[in-house]
């Protein structure tokens, strides 16, 4: 088994390499070019937002009419049905509204009038990019995840004040999970079909939990910030079990931290959440049998073809060049040792069997039979 230094090795390794990877990502020229796209779409207030939600509430990327057609090359389908905000009407002042209005400024909103949107599904054109293309959900699952989600989820319902429930994906509006940090509680999109991402995304919420709760160190973090640091220690957990998740995971933080100085301080604080949840993940997979080597009784072993053995010490030999962690690497070897041990033992026989099937062919002389002539 690894020693404790070789463990603490790992933890930071995973946590540099998740920075080195969103660094490069950010400094790719198609990310730069997200980030264009981003800074032609108008910011809106809290009001217009709560507004477009209730038109429109998967409206993604908002433009107006002529926007879509100089920006972005794209135009509103026939018979798109507008979305209303409103735009504030402002009024040069005269010297008679200033003293009505008890004011020194030359100009005031004097009323609102309502503009018309449209959602980008709402037009045909040139691609635009978004989130989307840099955060691809599609994880590569993974045999054992699904009783360590239940696992984990079941260890924070009994063993800890959070409470960790589920709903459908269609009452999260587009999240996959959220943490609500007045009522402790987290809840996930139960019928998310991907059970690598639910995983995921309970680490994710979690390490909100740990790290942006109430009375959590860097609750006042801005969104941006928060978001950074809940991902990366997803990946990190995530890459512990040998799940890579870096499709969705290295994305969606590129996405929010878009300021590297942002990436280096946001993840500069990660270190000590990752490695409490890596030890929690540890402790459960034990408790599952997961960290088991999955070794063959020695009768199926010696059940195997010659060629399925061969197959078998290929394999693993592979698996451990590829294995993401310390553990899965001790297991492999396991494994491996057990499947060499079978091979040497069944040519041993084979040879013995030879040798006595044939006794004329003269056999090499042993070491101590040599040095005796000497």
């Keep these: 088994m690894p020693s404790k230094a070789d463990v603490k090795a ?8 998740a920075e080195q990877q969103i660094l ?16 032609k779409f108008h910011q809106y207030s809290a009001r217009n937002i709560d507004l477009i939600y209730a038109q429109n509430p998967q409206a993604t990327q908002v433009a107006g009419f002529k ?7 794209r135009t509103v389908n026939k018979g798109a049905k507008a979305i209303r905000i409103a735009a504030p009407i402002i009024k040069k002042l005269t010297p008679a509204d ?32 978004s989130a989307k293309d840099f955060v691809k959900e599609n994880l590569a699952d993974h045999q054992n ?8 989820k079941d260890y924070l319902n009994q063993q800890t004040d959070l409470q960790v429930s589920e709903a459908p994906l269609a009452k999260l509006n587009g999240a996959k999970g959220y943490f609500q940090p007045c009522t402790n509680r987290i809840v996930i999109g139960g019928d998310e079909p991907d059970n690598a991402l639910k995983l995921k995304t309970l680490y994710h919420e979690y390490a ?64 000590q959440v990752s490695n409490k949840v890596i030890a929690l993940s540890d402790g459960l997979t034990k408790q599952l049998g997961l960290q088991e080597a999955q070794k063959d009784p020695e009768h199926d072993l010696k059940k195997r073809s010659a060629q399925e053995l061969n197959q078998s010490y290929q394999g693993l030999q592979q ?53 005796l002539k000497r």
């Design 208 to 271: 909100h939990s740990q790290l942006h709760g109430l009375k959590a160190a860097f609750k006042d973090r801005p969104r941006a910030y928060q978001e950074t640091q809940a991902e990366a220690v997803a990946y990190v957990a995530m890459q512990n079990i040998g799940v890579d998740t870096s499709n969705y995971s290295l994305g969606y933080v590129a996405t929010w931290a878009k300021d590297k100085a942002v990436i280096h301080s946001a993840l500069s604080e990660i270190q």
């Design 319 to 371: 698996q451990i060049q590829q294995a993401t962690s310390p553990q899965q690497k001790a297991q492999f070897k396991n494994q491996l040792n057990d499947v060499r041990q079978e091979i040497s033992d069944r040519t041993q026989k084979q040879l013995k069997i030879f040798a006595e099937q044939n006794p004329e062919i003269k056999q090499p002389e042993s070491e101590l039979d040599q040095s």
């Design 145 to 152: 995840v699904t009783s360590l989600y239940n696992a984990f």
């Design 10 to 17: 790992w933890k930071a390794q995973l946590v540099a390499q």
């Design 67 to 73: 926007q879509w057609q100089t920006d972005f090359n």
């Design 24 to 39: 490069k990502l950010t400094d790719s020229d198609r990310f730069k070019q997200y980030l264009n796209t981003l800074a």
């Design 98 to 129: 200033q003293k009505r209005l008890d004011t020194t400024d030359e100009r005031a909103i004097v009323g609102y009038r309502y503009l018309p949107i449209f959602d980008i599904s709402q037009t045909s054109g040139d691609p635009v990019l």
